[in-house]
């Protein structure tokens, strides 16, 4: 089990001993976690921990104990756009899908280890991302500062929502997304909740 804290980086509990690991951040020690400051935490189809944080994303193997990080670098137009990560998606391909804090949408290609952006000159309504949910036609749903965008990475097409297609609000919420079993989509924002079938959203 495992936990992100708001300051305190992320604790591992064991079961068996009753007791927690910890991971920090060590300053000058590059294999350590990126930030203390954990949002988001995502188990890939590796079985790798990602965690998302406020200083980029560390990747943790638990096989080897041993951290990766990814953070943003000027000098690499294919890295990260921004540290600050809220969510975390692995589609069926492998790709790690990024919500960020400011940054927009990031992917990270597990066969190049590069970074895709697609952001507001995208079509993107807003760069400030909170969840990612996925649909059963292979679309995203992003929650955003700007309404709600539903994105077709095949395309690279973006199809945007606001208050005039029925959502509450248009700003939503850190963490406040699930999908149910039947598919259903649920978004919290600052006026309440949406909650849509993504199948039966047509285009008017």
């Keep these: ?31 350590s976690l990126i930030s203390n400051r954990v949002r988001s935490l995502m188990q890939d189809s590796n079985g790798d921990l990602w965690i998302g944080t406020s ?5 943790l193997d638990p096989a080897t104990d041993q951290i990766t990080n990814y953070h943003p670098q000027e000098d690499n137009p294919d890295g990260l756009t921004t540290g600050a990560v809220f969510d975390l998606y692995e589609d069926p391909l492998g790709q790690v899908w990024i919500a960020t804090f400011g940054g927009g949408l990031n992917c990270y290609d597990p066969q190049s280890g590069n970074f895709k952006h697609y952001t507001e000159a995208n079509g993107l309504p807003h760069n400030q991302v909170y969840s990612i949910l996925a649909d059963d036609q292979g679309n995203l749903w992003l929650s955003t500062n700007n309404g709600l965008s539903k994105f077709n990475p095949e395309s690279a097409s973006f199809r945007n929502f606001g208050v ?3 959502l509450g609000a248009i700003e939503f919420n850190l963490g406040a997304a699930f999908k149910s079993p039947d598919g259903e989509m649920f978004f919290g924002n600052i006026a309440g909740l949406n909650a849509f079938y993504p199948q039966d959203v047509q285009d008017s």
């Design 164 to 166: 005039q297609d029925g």
């Design 1 to 31: 089990l495992c936990i992100g804290t708001y300051s305190d980086g992320l604790n591992r509990y064991e079961p068996d001993s009753g007791t927690f690991v910890q991971y920090r951040n060590k300053p000058g020690d590059p294999n």
């Design 55 to 59: 200083g980029g994303i560390s990747v």
